[in-house]
């Protein structure tokens, strides 16, 4: 079996962990499946809105996918979780990559 039909697996059985679903979603973007990759990550943020390092790889996902509007709309989702969530170094890195989709 290979890695993404693990994961495919991981996430059936337990839909709503973060984990397994980032897995996924990190996978089928290295892969190159943007499409599903951006769908497994906004499920993610549907399931598990405070999970914060989705925002981040959501955010590059929609860019290398050329959808910089839905990149700024999940990086400014991210940075107000980060923000709740008290961890600045996610935020720093959140803010960073929304201020270089200004340039």
């Known amino acids: 079996m290979d890695r993404l039909e693990m994961l ?3 996430v059936a059985q337990k839909p709503g962990e973060a984990f397994p679903r980032y897995g996924l979603a990190m996978e089928l973007k290295r892969r190159g499946q943007l499409a599903e990759a951006i769908a497994e ?3 993610l943020i549907a399931r598990v809105p405070g999970y914060v390092p989705t925002y981040l790889m959501a955010g590059n996902t929609f860019l290398e996918a050329g959808d910089p509007a839905g990149a700024r709309a999940v990086l400014d989702a991210g940075v ?3 923000r709740q969530a ?3 170094h996610a935020l720093g890195e959140l ?3 929304r201020a270089g ?3």
């Open 41 to 43: 990550f906004q499920e």
């Open 101 to 103: 989709l200004e340039g």
């Open 95 to 97: 803010e960073s990559a």
């Open 80 to 82: 107000e979780i980060a």
């Open 86 to 88: 008290g961890d600045s």
């Open 8 to 10: 495919r697996q991981f």
